[in-house]
């Protein structure tokens, strides 16, 4: 090494400690006021609702309380986490990059080893562990988001280039898909991909190349529909064909599909009442877990339905306000992630449940039944309250 190389490898360090240390300063920032508001209020709706749409089948299995009594703990155990990820240098995250991408992939080959899964609904995406569940996929998405954010954020103009741009991420986002869909979590994939080709169009990806993946990810889309409706494909056919007319077999096939509308369809402009659910009562299916929203429909109305939407979109919004003011790339690119995932979750959840899109088994944030991934959520929500204390204070004048 020549002493020209040593002082430069030595300024890289003293900079990168000065960065670190103001970094550390402005953590002790004040998070955003708005972003944890609107968490919190969603996260006390949806414990209400799922109260509320889980207490039949709850009441029949011999305790009315037991999915509100789990999922509150681990609500209370994620906004725990939320506040502690807040005042945590979002900075730490870059030496996990690498170490959460080897564990999500870990988790995800062990989940389809015969006899270690855990198989529902004919589909094998839980790990037990000390009599509990979980799905490595909800692990996976967050360990996505930290490792794009990182390795991108250090690029910068080399995005712009296939090889060592894009090649990288699309191979990883490959090996991912193979892993889910051998679950089979065909809606984790879509999140995971389509979060990852986000990431990496933000963190500045040739719109060429940009546009290229989007066109031939729709292809794929309606070629495997043409494929199902042709008979060639049969996984997913039954789906396919009762997302464009539940109504041809009611009673089997189209069944959960048919019970949403009636739920929705029940509750008209003002709905029936809070608590006062009929579909709820053993005749719509995962009342309390994909399709929560369909009792919310029902139980509150249209107005009250899209009351909450409306909350949804105001924190992905101020969640994208907050990666627009982050202090650097990497903070920007978290807080994108981040948001990304929580918005195309709560869209596709929400497009199933109306019959807008096929029925992939997608959960709805912060409502939905299911204590790790409430967990994982809140967590995100903590790593993205943390960008937001580091955001420069405006001039003065």
Request: some cysteine; aromatic content about 10%; overall charge positive.
């Amino acid at each position: 090494m020549t002493r020209e190389e040593y002082h430069a490898q030595k300024a890289e360090r003293e900079r990168r400690r000065q960065i670190e240390r103001k970094s550390y300063e402005a953590s002790k920032g004040p998070m955003d006021l708005p972003f944890l508001l609107l968490t919190l209020l969603l996260t006390g709706i949806g414990l209400v609702m799922l109260f509320s749409a889980s207490f039949p089948s709850a009441y029949y299995e011999g305790d009315p309380t037991f999915y509100l009594k789990r999922q509150g703990i681990f609500a209370v155990l994620g906004l725990g986490a939320m506040l502690w990820l807040s005042k945590w240098n979002y900075q730490r995250w870059r030496g996990w990059a690498k170490i959460l991408l080897g564990a999500a992939f870990f988790l995800l080959i062990l989940v389809i080893i015969p006899g270690v899964g855990i198989t529902r609904n004919n589909a094998t995406r839980w790990l037990g562990f000390g009599g509990m569940t979980f799905q490595p996929s909800e692990f996976a998405k967050m360990a996505v988001i930290i490792y794009f954010a990182d390795s991108i954020s250090k690029k910068k103009d080399k995005m712009r280039n296939l090889r060592e741009g894009v090649l990288p991420y699309a191979v990883v986002l490959g090996l991912l898909s193979i892993l889910m869909l051998l679950e089979p979590h065909l809606s984790g994939t879509i999140i995971i991909v389509a979060t990852g080709i986000i990431l990496m169009i933000v963190g500045g990806m040739h719109p060429y190349l940009a546009g290229a993946g989007i066109g031939g990810v729709g292809i794929v889309a309606v070629l495997y529909v043409k494929l199902v409706e042709a008979g060639i494909i049969s996984y997913g056919a039954g789906r396919i064909l009762m997302w464009k007319d539940p109504w041809l077999d009611p009673g089997d096939a189209g069944y959960q599909m048919c019970q949403s509308l009636i739920a929705i369809g029940s509750g008209g402009l003002l709905g029936v009442g809070l608590g006062k659910s009929r579909q709820k009562f053993l005749y719509l299916p995962e009342e309390h877990n994909d399709f929560i929203f369909a009792v919310v429909c029902e139980e509150l109305g249209l107005i009250g339905a899209c009351v909450i939407i409306l909350i949804f979109m105001l924190l992905i919004l101020r969640g994208f306000w907050i990666a627009l003011h982050a202090r650097d790339r990497f903070g920007s690119l978290l807080a994108v992630g981040v948001m990304t995932q929580v918005s195309l979750q709560t869209f596709l959840n929400i497009a199933v449940v109306t019959g807008l899109v096929p029925a992939t088994g997608i959960s709805l944030p912060f409502f939905s039944y299911g204590g790790t991934s409430l967990f994982l959520l809140l967590a995100e929500m903590g790593i993205v309250l943390s960008v937001s204390r580091q955001i420069p204070a405006p001039r003065a004048g």
